[in-house]
């Protein structure tokens, strides 16, 4: 920096440590892309995190099958109340999109995070099928699933979560 405009740099310029200083832009560009790369295989990863635990189902009830992206949630922890078998849980609009109706419903029992007791409506369908990473697929006959009235997901990347227990 100091360069040939001062007599110091004059008399500096032909050392080692000046020349060093040379090379300090260079190794900042180099830190930079470095951690530049870290940041991104970070985020690539969260993705491919986020993307292993979505998966497809086939939900099918009385002959109309649907299509929806799923959560493997732990946290879903629901079980029905006469028998315990695990719960699944459909927002509104599938179980319209799936069923008109249906000739018996049970009401399931929740606690959400914050504390909130209340029910949600359940059925029973005839078969779902998961497919899993890898391609594998694994079917359940006659599950349950607890239609919500609240959207799953804020973004509306998936419509059904996948009882914890069933991974």
């Known amino acids: 920096?100091?360069?040939d405009s001062m007599t110091a740099g004059y008399y500096l310029s032909g050392t080692r440590a000046i020349r060093q200083w040379k090379l300090f832009p260079l190794c900042l560009l180099?830190?930079?892309?470095?951690?530049?790369?870290?940041?991104?295989?970070?985020?690539v990863r969260k993705k491919a995190g986020e993307q292993a635990?979505?998966?497809?189902?086939?939900?099918?009830?009385?002959?109309?099958?649907q299509m929806v992206t799923a959560l493997w949630d732990t946290?879903?922890?629901l079980y029905e109340p006469y028998g315990g078998q695990p719960v699944h849980v459909v927002t509104?609009?599938?179980?319209?999109?799936?069923?008109?109706?249906?000739?018996q419903i049970i009401y399931i029992p929740f606690r959400t995070v914050d504390s909130e007791?209340?029910?949600m409506p359940g059925i029973r369908i005839d078969?779902?099928?998961?497919e899993k990473e890898g391609g594998g697929i694994?079917?359940?006959?006659r599950p349950w699933l607890a239609i919500s009235k609240r959207p799953l997901s804020l973004d509306n990347r998936y419509e059904m979560l996948l009882h914890g227990s069933r991974r």
């Open 1 to 3: 920096m100091l360069g």
């Open 30 to 43: 180099a830190a930079g892309i470095y951690f530049g790369i870290l940041a991104c295989l970070k985020l």
């Open 53 to 65: 635990v979505l998966c497809q189902v086939k939900l099918s009830y009385r002959g109309v099958e």
């Open 75 to 77: 946290g879903n922890q």
């Open 92 to 103: 509104r609009a599938v179980s319209l999109a799936l069923c008109k109706t249906v000739p």
């Open 117 to 119: 007791y209340a029910v």
């Open 127 to 130: 078969f779902m099928e998961v």
């Open 138 to 141: 694994r079917h359940y006959d």
